[in-house]
């Protein structure tokens, strides 16, 4: 009788040794992944993309374009679902 072993107890250690392990190696990834990230941004910067420069009289004939071809897409479903 003195050798009888509380499941209960036995389980619980099991489960706080489980939940440790992958503790740890999620705080173990995490850091190797911050690390890599420092790593890459060092030695591959990333380079800015140059923004075009669009010309302030066409916003209005391009804001027209669009809306023509909205209209012409909205019409174009419009008779093929029919």
Known sequence: MADEVNYVLEAFK???LGMG?????LFI???VVELQ????AKY?????????VTP???????EQ??????IAAVTEFRNNKS
Do not use: D, Q, W, Y
């Open 14 to 16: 099991f489960m706080l």
């Open 21 to 25: 392990i992958v503790f740890l190696f």
């Open 29 to 31: 990834l995490v850091k």
């Open 37 to 40: 990230a420092k790593i890459i």
């Open 44 to 52: 591959f910067p990333e380079s800015t993309p140059k923004t075009p």
């Open 56 to 62: 302030a009289g066409n916003t209005a004939e391009e």
């Open 65 to 70: 374009r669009k809306v023509a071809a909205i």
